[in-house]
């Protein structure tokens, strides 16, 4: 590992996933944390608990705003593991000089967000640091949920289980990156983020056993997909042309040299189902406008364990990698 | 309708036209008794065909070598040092294009240095020099130009436009390199036809390979980078081998011509020259394969500016390291004992696991399913 902190060391990957197990998990080390869920289960399976800090720029960008971003980011990790999101802790870190009526914004879109996911902040913290100490604001929040079903795992997935994708990847990436200083694209392109704890309360309310669940993050659904086939040392086999990519996301990636499946998303998951209950769980979630566009995409195998592999519509496979290094386009 | 962006690659990456061009292939091949070496000169393509599993079409006796083509694999250890101190240096900004960042120096990459507190910008346009350069009067910005005659003219530009707006605070540390000298050096080696790097031939005209069916007696193909464009190359320097023909073609005419974009190769002429001799990272000296700023803008030139700091001292790759012998196309990346283990992306010992379009990455990442 590098003896400074670089970029690369919070891009949700592979550099990220180092840091974490050789600083934190081996100072932190016990046996909730090593289940390596997005939320921690506690107090007898009850409730789940996690917390997440935003950094977020530009602060307002098309579709959602650091506020909006602050409270789904913590609820959906609590939604992911079959939990309701209730009570939430909100701690602000803020520049001096920094704008009341930017603040209030922020504020006031967290506060929507909340009432979306029926939680509230009960606690907070505020400071504030001189000019360059932090860029403009940066939130973190901490949230404890309800578990409506228990055994939800990254830890659990087999052979009977099929992936499905609830909506078009790489939106939140993608327009972070168009709205970036020096960028200068325009488009129609919207931020993904959303609170999921709707749609997973309507699989449950389904009947949906649910094996796993996982918000598609900072890394994507490459980071996903290869998180589970480690942990729960299976192969995990999707079929690229089925996974939904908008026409906006796929122009970006081309033009920067992305890969749409490792752009970070804020309002879509991953969800592992038994092959009988995947089409019922495909038609629950199309209900919902935000994914309407839900699909399988692939399916756990065997076939190389640990791994996860590409197939195209021609015939050929490849591996889908952990995303490493920063984010970073290609010159020619 | 107007013309969206998807128009460009939707029907290039169309399953049904890329089998179909399997099959042609295929059959076509199967008419030879011989094996074919095609080299893929540029990066790109090393890319496309890693990506999108093309070797696992090709039928038994067409073969792959991966060229040299990447701007960033090849650029010698001591050069990349060059970046580094260049800035580190206290009144320095530093601009380069993106691929540089994670390629480690004897000091550490860029991504080391910016950590560090050096003031590194990553940009997608060589014209954003103009932007920084006014936003911090006080600094030195120097662009760290990278990249074959495709990115050669945004350099020439950005030249220009400090000239002729007198900007005072912008300079230049150039590292461009030419696709046609490369080839030479590689073309007596076992390849028997080359694919070549369409982007090039955009600005440089399809007329720099003319030498190759005719001196060298080895086909090229100019291809496109989707992997239709591929596979049709692929079929026609096939379709040569089967007839008995040896001609330079054009697959990837909906933008390359003869004589390519003359404006822009002007405006490099006016700017550069060739340099008399450029150290390929894994290849070793090629004559006059790279460009340097001309004399009288030596006022410009970071190189020139800075020589008292920048070290001439030749650096080698680790002696395990065989990318020499896989740009020739005599090994295969995993005929090396670091590769994947002591050498991976994150942290390359050679030429070819730098960047994403090096051989080895491109193993790396796509081609442990081979």
Redesign the interface.
């Known amino acids: 590992m590098?003896t400074?902190?670089?970029?690369?060391h919070g891009n949700g990957g592979?550099?990220n996933n180092e840091l974490i197990s050789k600083v934190f998990y081996k100072a932190f080390k016990n046996k909730i944390l090593e289940q390596r869920e997005d939320a921690a289960i506690i107090h007898g399976g009850e409730l789940a608990f996690s917390t997440d800090s935003f950094t977020v720029s530009p602060l307002f960008f098309a579709g959602a705003d650091i506020g909006k971003l602050a409270i789904c980011g913590t609820c959906n990790d609590l939604a992911m593991m079959g939990a309701k999101p209730k009570y939430l802790t909100c701690s602000v870190i803020i520049e001096e000089g920094f704008s009341i009526a930017e603040l209030e914004r922020i504020v006031d879109s967290m506060k929507q967000e909340l009432e979306l996911n029926g939680a509230m902040v009960v606690s907070g913290d505020t400071k504030v640091v001189p000019k360059g100490s932090v860029d403009k604001i940066f939130i973190n929040t901490t949230g404890v949920g309800e578990v409506q079903q228990k055994g939800i795992s990254s830890n659990n997935l087999g052979k009977d289980d099929v992936i499905i994708i609830s909506r078009d990847v790489g939106c939140h990436g993608a327009t972070i990156f168009a709205a970036r200083e020096?960028?200068e694209l325009s488009s129609d392109l919207k931020s993904d983020c959303a609170s999921l704890f709707p749609q997973v309360q309507a699989l449950m309310d389904a009947g949906i056993k649910i094996t796993a669940l996982r918000d598609a993050t900072r890394g994507g659904v490459s980071a996903v997909l290869n998180e589970w086939a480690k942990q729960s040392n299976i192969c995990i086999e999707v079929e690229e042309?089925r996974v939904p990519v908008s026409?906006e996301v796929?122009?970006i990636c081309?033009?920067?040299g992305f890969e749409a499946m490792s752009l970070a998303n804020e309002g879509t998951f991953v969800l592992a189902v038994n092959k009988a209950e995947a089409e019922k769980a495909v038609e629950v979630l199309q209900t919902f406008e935000k994914s309407h566009n839900a699909t399988i995409v692939g399916k756990v195998s065997t076939a190389?364990v640990q791994r996860v592999?590409l197939h195209?519509?021609?015939?050929?496979?490849?591996?889908l990698?952990m995303p490493?290094?920063?984010l970073?386009?290609?010159?020619? | 309708m107007g013309l969206e962006l998807k128009n460009f690659y939707d029907d290039f990456r169309d399953a049904k036209t890329i089998k179909a061009y399997a099959k042609v292939i295929k059959k076509d091949a199967s008419e030879l008794n011989r094996d074919i070496n095609i080299m893929e000169v540029c990066g790109g393509h090393t890319h496309t065909i890693m990506k999108y599993g093309l070797p696992q079409l090709m039928p038994k006796n067409i073969h792959f070598i991966h060229g040299p083509g990447c701007p960033v694999c090849i650029m010698p250890k001591e050069r990349i040092d060059h970046a580094y101190l260049l800035s580190m240096q206290e009144d320095v900004i530093l601009v380069t294009l993106g691929d540089m960042i994670k390629v480690p120096g004897s000091h550490g990459s860029l991504q080391d240095a910016r950590s560090k507190g050096a003031d590194v910008r990553f940009v997608y346009s060589p014209m954003d020099c103009l932007k920084i350069a006014k936003e911090h009067p006080d600094k030195k910005v120097i662009f760290f130009a990278i990249g074959f005659e495709t990115t050669t003219p945004m350099t020439a530009a950005l030249i220009d436009t400090v000239i002729k707006k007198e900007v005072s605070n912008i300079y230049f540390h150039i590292n461009h390199v030419t696709v046609p000298e490369a080839m030479a050096m590689l073309a007596p080696s076992k390849i028997d036809a080359f694919l070549g790097p369409s982007h090039v031939s955009v600005i440089s005209g399809s007329k720099i390979y003319e030498p190759f069916p005719e001196k060298f007696n080895k086909p090229v193909v100019v291809s496109g980078f989707e992997p239709v464009d591929v596979m049709q190359s692929i079929g026609m320097i096939v379709k040569q081998f089967v007839e008995g023909r040896c001609a330079l073609e054009v697959e990837y005419k909906r933008a390359v011509n003869r004589e390519g974009n003359v404006m822009a190769q002007a405006l490099n002429n006016k700017y550069f020259e060739q340099r008399e001799h450029f150290r390929w990272r894994g290849i070793g000296d090629i004559a006059k394969s790279a460009l340097k700023l001309k004399d009288v803008f030596a006022h410009l030139d970071a190189e020139v500016i800075y020589q008292d700091i920048l070290p001439t001292q030749e650096i080698d790759d680790h002696k395990l390291c065989i990318c020499g012998e896989i740009l020739k196309g005599e090994k295969n990346p995993k005929d090396c004992k670091v590769f994947g283990t002591a050498c991976k992306p994150s942290n390359p010992l050679g030429s070819c696991m730098v960047s994403s379009e090096g051989a080895c990455a491109a193993y790396y990442k796509y081609g442990n399913l081979l």
């Open positions: 590098n400074t902190i670089t970029l690369a592979e550099e020096g960028m042309e026409d796929k122009g081309e033009l920067l190389y592999v195209s519509a021609w015939g050929t496979k490849r591996f990698e490493t290094g920063e970073l386009p290609r010159i020619c």
